[in-house]
């Protein structure tokens, strides 16, 4: 069954109803997703800044935002709002180029992985056959943009946070490549869709979060450093180096910065949500709903409810995640950087190996368990 609605075939359908001709329909579609994904991650920071807010305060037994809007759920946008009006300044004798194209090149890689993020089957903007590793391959991207602003800002603080990102960012790209690939291993495929797809059979008990326990504590731990987050957060360690890369940085290109860590930290969160907890499925299969209320599943009012349920079941998993990470930053003490370099490479790394290989010889020995 087909948990969703083709959006594009029907914007299509409905605009060749009108008179249009289909490949002018076509090309009045392709501008939709891109925008659709603009508003759904600038949306999602909008929550999860707001989350932050909230969540610290109550860790710390405070109130935080209260006044902006009703319980301070203005307060991210009173951020941008002040961030847009401030002035932006340009330090002397810094390279003017690499210090402005720095933050656009951190931020339009997180962007663009949106659209590898399924809601449903066929709500996303592309289901490409190799999804997941071009996320990978996009995120790789964004500590070149850290380095070349550490580099350009002509600070020497500045410079060593783009070197701590750098190095951050490919001690842990490989134990979560590693993670992806039993994932992919078992689904037989790397699409986004497909893996969902092969977690929907039985519910919450073919998750792949039972089958992978050792490769999604890799995934989250890699996540969450990639993401630039507590107990993670070197490159930006105040105590040491007073911002890191974004010392010098003031105004949009700051916010371009801040904007890009939430737009992260959400996108990994939806990923764990994809990858380990079934993405759009129900804990309960939604073809037993379906015959348990005696309704077909070609009814377009079910397909519908599905549609919206399987929107809801990615967001809640995803922002259960988000709230992880948040209660995560007010838990654990910030590690010092030979730790968090020792920890990528002499354990998550030969750890994340033995899981792939454990996972290789369990879908040989038990095909129909780890989708052989």
């Not at 550490?150 to 842990?172: D, E, F, H, V």
């Not at 450093?225 to 993670?232: D, I, Q, T, V």
Request: include cysteine; charged fraction near 10%; charge should be negative.
């Amino acid at each position: 069954m087909e948990s969703g609605i083709d959006l594009q075939g029907q914007f299509i359908r409905a605009l060749e109803s009108l008179g249009l001709s289909h490949d002018l329909a076509k090309l009045l579609w392709l501008p939709l997703p891109m925008l659709m994904m603009l508003i759904v991650a600038t949306v999602g920071v909008l929550v999860a800044v707001w989350l932050e807010r909230k969540i610290s305060a109550a860790v710390q037994q405070r109130i935080g935002p209260e006044y902006i809007g009703p319980l301070g759920i203005l307060a991210p946008l009173a951020d941008g709002l002040k961030l847009i009006f401030k002035e932006d300044v340009l330090p002397a004798n810094t390279d003017r180029w690499l210090f402005t194209l720095g933050p656009a090149v951190v931020v339009i890689p997180v962007f663009l992985s949106y659209i590898i993020v399924p809601f449903g089957q066929n709500l996303l903007i592309s289901n490409l056959a190799m999804g997941v590793f071009l996320w990978i391959a996009l995120s790789s991207i964004a500590p070149i943009g850290l380095l070349m602003s550490g580099y350009a800002s002509n600070n020497k603080y500045s410079l060593l946070g783009g070197l701590r990102a750098a190095a951050q960012s490919i001690s842990y790209e490989i134990p979560l490549a590693l993670a992806v690939l039993a994932v992919a291993m078992m689904s037989n495929g790397l699409g986004t869709v497909e893996i969902v797809e092969q977690q929907s059979e039985y519910g919450i008990l073919s998750w792949n979060v039972w089958r992978q326990p050792i490769g999604f504590l890799i995934f989250w731990i890699a996540a969450l450093a990639e993401c630039e987050r507590l107990p993670f957060d070197l490159p930006e360690a105040e105590e040491e180096l007073v911002a890191g890369y974004q010392t010098e940085y003031a105004g949009m290109k700051f916010a371009l910065f801040y904007l890009g860590a939430y737009v992260n930290l959400v996108l990994s969160a939806l990923l764990v949500s994809v990858l380990y907890f079934g993405g759009w499925s129900f804990p309960i299969p939604l073809e037993t709903i379906a015959n348990l209320l005696g309704i077909p599943e070609t009814n377009p009012f079910l397909q519908i409810a599905f549609a919206v349920l399987g929107i809801t079941m990615t967001l809640l998993k995803a922002y259960f995640f988000v709230f992880l990470a948040i209660l995560l930053r007010w838990t654990v003490p910030r590690v010092r950087i030979d730790q968090l370099l020792d920890l990528g490479w002499k354990f998550l790394l030969p750890v994340g190996l033995v899981n792939l290989l454990l996972t290789a010889g369990l879908k040989l020995a038990f095909p129909v368990a780890f989708g052989g």
